[in-house]
């Protein structure tokens, strides 16, 4: 089966930074693409940024130059360091990963259902 656990959330004031893991069981993090995505209540999910297995990386407008993607094989764990953190960022923060190649482009997909495992969440809240 597989599993994934998310944790590294908390609070923090605009303009800090958290580092989100997401720990991988019955799962190869480097096998096919993963992605971070958040929500808050009463709104869509949304793709925050996305890794490949080729290494090619996707991000959303909103957070790019601020968050930076990335995996640990050694750990089998996928990171999200979160920089320059603002209020608007303030989310249950999801870790997802493909169960297939994904053919449709070369970079990751950002789109909630283009994957197939989910981790639980975990909170991040930004306050100003």
């Known amino acids: 089966q597989v599993q994934l656990q998310e944790s590294g959330g908390g609070s923090v004031q605009s303009g800090g930074s958290l580092r989100l893991s997401c720990a991988a069981s019955?799962?190869?993090?480097?096998?096919?693409?993963m992605g971070w995505f958040r929500q808050v209540p009463g709104q869509e999910r949304e793709g925050v940024a996305a890794?490949?297995?080729?290494?090619?990386?996707g991000y959303a407008d909103s957070v790019k130059g601020r968050f930076t993607i990335s995996q640990d094989n050694a750990r089998n764990t996928l990171y999200l360091q979160m920089n320059s953190l603002k209020p608007e960022d303030t989310a249950m923060y999801y870790c997802?990963?493909?169960?297939?190649?994904?053919?449709?482009?070369?970079?990751?997909?950002?789109?909630?259902?283009?994957?197939?495992?989910w981790g639980q969440g975990t909170q991040v809240t930004v306050s100003s």
């Open positions: 997802a990963a493909r169960a297939s190649w994904y053919g449709g482009s070369w970079y990751p997909p950002l789109g909630e259902s283009e994957y197939h495992h």
């Open positions: 019955g799962y190869t993090v480097s096998r096919y693409c």
């Open positions: 890794i490949g297995s080729g290494r090619s990386t």
